[in-house]
């Protein structure tokens, strides 16, 4: 069975700063891919990024940019020119990919809780 | 499009009620998904399905029933509430093995 393991359950940074949210991940399978969440006090779970395990290139949206190191099973996601909008729980997942392409579930970790202060 | 619509956003039940939790779809996606999200912890899987009329367990299914006649509709059935069932409540929806989006969730006591 897959497990996700976010190592940092809070975290603070300052407006306008970079910061880095951890993620590790156990599984045995080759095809997958992973993502953040990012869930505001309103509860919805919004979409941050998506990296698919077979791109060797680092997904990057707009502030938002991960570092997958597929051997040593990381995904670590970097904000940059952190915004108040940006405190949220963000959340790591892990989907894996079957034959033929039917997917059924994501397996989260924990969360970490990103404050971004003033 | 308005996207993962779930109704209610909040409901307390007594011990021994039943109740539906309903989502609904407009994205034409044939995956659905129900997960639960307890105090402190990531999501879990309760139920899935892969089209109209084909639904299956996931890591958390006791407690629970599903059914899915349409392609939008995905509703979730209580039976018996307890107070483990107290959680927060997601339905998702996806086209195959694209990204999954979530609905805005139901809050579910149950005392």
């Known amino acids: 069975a897959q497990t996700v393991t976010q190592s940092q359950p809070e975290m603070s940074v300052q407006e306008a700063e970079t910061v880095t949210l951890s993620c590790t991940y156990d599984t045995s399978e080759n095809n997958y891919y992973l993502f953040w969440y990012k869930q505001p006090p309103s509860r919805q779970m919004i979409l941050v990024i998506r990296q698919e395990a077979y791109k060797q290139q680092n997904a990057t949206e707009n502030r938002f940019s991960v570092n997958f190191q597929k051997a040593a099973k990381s995904f670590s996601l970097k904000i940059s020119d952190s915004q108040l909008g940006d405190t949220a729980m963000y959340f790591c997942a892990f989907m894996k990919l079957y034959r033929g392409g039917s997917n059924y579930k994501l397996t989260f970790g924990k969360g970490t809780l990103l404050t971004v202060n003033p | 499009n308005a996207g993962v619509t779930q109704t209610p956003k909040f409901r307390i039940l007594k011990i021994g009620q039943s109740m539906t939790l309903q989502c609904t779809q407009d994205m034409n996606h044939n995956y659905m998904y129900w997960y639960r999200q307890d105090p402190g912890m990531g999501l879990k899987l309760i139920y899935y399905s892969v089209g109209a009329g084909i639904t299956d367990k996931g890591e958390v299914p006791n407690g629970y029933n599903v059914s899915r006649s349409t392609t939008e509709d995905f509703p979730l059935r209580l039976e018996l509430a307890a107070p483990s069932q107290t959680s927060v409540y997601f339905c998702?929806?996806?086209?195959?093995?694209?990204?999954?989006?979530f609905g805005p969730g139901t809050r579910l006591t149950v005392l």
């Open positions: 998702a929806s996806s086209y195959r093995t694209d990204t999954q989006y």
